[in-house]
């Protein structure tokens, strides 16, 4: 094969890993009602804590583990003011942001001593001959959230939830707890989703590194219809538009800098004003349930 | 009681996140006292610090008014930033290239005026989205956001770059661009005091006009409201050409009030800071103003923090999301059918 067409195949698959990783989480919380636009938050999070940890033990998987673990913190944060408050997820979502922008602000700039992040991050690499650890990792949670949702009594319940949670509940399904769990696992994919922007896409953090890669993988569930598989295509879809972004950038294309930047953004606006009104979200998206009904 | 608790969330979410605060600068080693006292020097410890107080509510003001009345009406308009840098570069296109020469007293109105339609413009696209396509505005704002901030950069480094080409940055505005600064008051300008009106006159359509009520009664209820004739798509369209309107003033007001021209990173988040102005004022017109006073102080105060107690000014952010959070779960109103 042409040389530069393997280039940007590999280029694309880099780009579109950390979305689909995201979204999956993404899905899964949304197929239980839970609306979390603070992903970009989340994967910001998962991406200092994969930098600190990777970096001071000098192990990418423990860069992984901690990216997930602040993924699910932050994301057990959103559910306690959502779920256990009641407070609106939306606003709570665009807090949740804020908040991580400031708190891994603060963190790199004070606790973290500069000469460090001269150092790179250890990078996780192949897994399989070929294949980079965090291919394998987003193919096999493409095929595990198919499953659960699909074939699993615990997926059924989750989608349940996320259409009737009346009825859900009336069924003794425990509303509240699979919404707790949902929200963490969308939590733990993000985390998972800003580590891999550590450990394999650039080796060091940077201030807002996700650059609002978190609202295009939240744009890729619904692009993706709430299927697994779709939501994978619609991330490679958008690893394709990014690669050949950079591709025209590194020839000389005689484009603007920013407008080429902004290409991702515009074409998410594209297809959800294609795509949004054709797909039925679950019917109880975003929508509280006190847990006493 | 309900009244009086509605009234002191929005203080308790204030002493809440002071106490996160204090426990982050107690884990930081500095001492809390020190920190906050540097910070409300900072904030209004002489002319100069009130000054920049005073510059930094202007924005809020505005963006947060837009924040509040959107929110009110059921629209999550998180979009303010990118509506604010519209209506900056709308203003500097006009101020620097389209209309240099116009005569004084008309170049200032078209000035201000291009940056309200601007952001109207930018508002009502996510509008449109929403009433013609069913994207929800929560995604289109936010998607807005980022291609308004490449559209500053393209502006500044393509066609609003200033003559010279030396730096990334517009021409000077002409003097008669700029906004008169208020007398006896430092570097403040006339753009504080027609945010103030603007506050009043939001109000009074707000809760004693029927265009008002129509709005309000879309935000809580949008079935209801069709019922009773009012069709919620229009109030859509509506409530966001006002709320980008008036985060595009915001930026209009900034380069011609403020920096007399156009450059990346003018906007310190003042689109997102509006987003915890508008929750602790209770989405209600006139709690904008202490609450864009508080934000504005704080953002002021924090860089003499900086220096006293090494906390770096985005820690702010964190008070920020902090405030938001608590006035989410205890201030705000009640939507219809959440309870």
Known sequence: MDPALIAFLLSTLRLSTPLAIAALGELVAERSGVLNIGIEGMMLGGAFAAFVLGVYSDSALLGVLGGIAAGVGLAALFAAFTLWRGADPIVCGAALNLFALGATGTLYRLVFPPELGQRGAPQLGELIPGLNGFVVIAVLLALGVAVFLGRTRLGLAVRAVGERAEAAHAQGVRVLALRWGSTLMGGACAGLAGATLVLWISDTFVEGMTSGRGFIALALVLFGGYRPGRIVGGALLFGAASALQFRLQARGIEIPYSLLLMTPYLLTLVVLAVFAGRVRTPADLARPFSGRA | ?339
């Open chain 2, 1 to 339: 009681m309900t009244a009086l608790r509605l009234w002191l969330a929005p203080l308790g979410a204030i002493a809440l996140a002071t106490a996160v605060l204090a426990l982050i600068l107690l884990a930081l080693g500095a001492s809390p006292a020190r920190a906050l006292g540097a910070l409300l020097s900072g904030a209004f410890g002489d002319s100069l610090a009130l000054t920049n107080t005073a510059l930094r509510m202007c924005p809020l003001l505005l963006v947060g008014l837009g924040v509040a009345v959107a929110f009110r009406c059921g629209i999550w308009n998180i979009g303010g930033e990118g509506q604010l840098y519209v209506g900056a570069i709308a203003a500097t296109a006009v101020a620097t290239r389209v209309a240099p020469d116009a005569p004084g007293l008309l170049l200032l109105p078209l000035v201000l005026a291009a940056g309200v339609l601007a952001g109207a413009l930018w508002g009502g696209l996510a509008a449109a989205l929403r009433v013609g396509r069913g994207v929800s505005e929560v995604l289109s704002t936010i998607l807005l956001n980022f291609i308004a901030l490449l559209l500053v950069a393209y502006a500044v480094h393509g066609p609003l770059q200033e003559l010279s080409s030396a730096y990334p940055q517009s021409d000077a505005f002409p003097d008669a661009a700029r906004l008169g600064l208020l007398p006896g008051l430092g570097r403040v300008h006339a753009g504080i005091a027609l945010a103030l009106l603007l506050v009043a006159a939001v109000w009074f359509l707000f809760f004693r006009t029927a265009a008002g009520l129509r709005l309000r009664a879309v935000g809580l209820s949008p079935e209801a409201a069709r019922y009773a004739g009012i069709r919620p798509e229009r109030e859509i369209v509506r409530v966001l050409f006002i709320s980008g309107g008036l985060a595009g003033l915001a930026g209009a007001l900034e380069v011609s009030g403020v920096t007399g021209r156009l450059f990346e990173n003018l906007s310190a988040g003042y689109g997102f800071t509006a987003i915890a102005v508008a929750l602790l004022a209770r989405l209600h017109p006139l709690g904008v103003l202490p609450a864009a006073l508080f934000f504005a102080a704080l953002a002021t105060g924090s860089g003499a923090m900086q220096r006293v107690a090494h906390v770096p000014s985005v820690t702010v952010q964190v008070i920020e999301a902090l405030v938001i959070f608590f006035s989410a779960s205890f201030a705000l109103p009640r939507r219809a059918g959440t309870d």
